[in-house]
């Protein structure tokens, strides 16, 4: 495979080297590059990770249809998904936001998720710091290939319940009522565990807050099953 990783890269060395149509892999890594439009002649693509794509168009990767692997790291112009549909070779997609707004609170926020319900082939599915306006998770559901989803919790307890009874052997955190992290209660000292689809809040003690855990519980596994 014919694999090129370009680091600080300007726009016109990012032109030149994009000459070669044969490429198959390419990284894009800090690059000063504000026109992403040659890479549309990239017709035998393969995999495709850009850092730093807040001056990119989707519309500059809608004519990649031999992609199968897709990585975007910080989109925050990006709320619109619909180029994505035409990749339809996808296997593997992530969307992220940059490492620093894991603690600032900020989140990607897109329009809906339905323009990746038409990537049939989508084995892997990462979503960072992500929210959407219309449908949730909903337009998920027709994914039924789908071996990883890798998110956090900023969707609700209805949207993890609702995927998780559609995609039953989709491996999701977040697919189960709460899973246990690494803190420990003040109190009791026991390991604190994460509620689904609680974002505020949903950081507690199971023995200290036993029976908020258990309500949640119950309310997770009913939407569940009221779906089946």
């Not at 992530?94 to 049939?120: C, H, M, Q, R, Y």
């Not at 993890?160 to 992290?181: G, I, N, Q």
């Not at 209660?185 to 949903?202: A, E, H, I, P, Y």
Request: hydrophobic content about 35%; overall charge positive.
């Amino acid at each position: 495979m014919r694999k090129v990783e370009l680091i600080k890269k300007t726009q016109r060395e990012f032109d030149s080297i994009l000459e070669n149509p044969g490429i198959e892999s390419l990284k894009i890594w800090n690059c000063k590059i504000h026109d992403y439009s040659k890479l549309s002649s990239l017709q035998h693509l393969l995999e495709l990770e850009i850092f730093i794509f807040d001056k990119g168009k989707l519309s500059d990767l809608s004519e990649l249809k031999q992609l199968k692997k897709l990585r975007l790291i910080h989109i925050p112009q990006i709320q619109d998904l619909s180029e994505l549909s035409h990749l339809a070779n996808l296997e593997e997609l992530s969307l992220e936001s940059l490492p620093s707004w894991d603690s600032s609170g900020k989140t990607l926020v897109f329009n809906n998720l339905e323009p990746i319900s038409a990537l049939s082939k989508l084995k892997m599915l990462t979503l960072m710091k992500a929210k959407v306006h219309e449908m949730g998770l909903q337009p998920l559901e027709q994914l039924h290939g789908l071996e990883e989803f890798v998110t956090d919790n900023t969707f609700s307890i209805q949207d993890f319940a609702r995927l998780s009874a559609y995609l039953p052997h989709t491996s999701c955190k977040y697919f189960h009522p709460f899973h246990k992290v690494n803190s420990k209660c003040n109190t009791c000292d026991s390991q604190k565990v994460r509620l689904s689809g609680v974002s505020r809040g949903g950081l507690i003690c199971p023995q200290c807050s036993s029976k908020k855990l258990n309500e949640h519980i119950e309310a997770f596994n009913h939407i569940k099953a009221s779906v089946r």
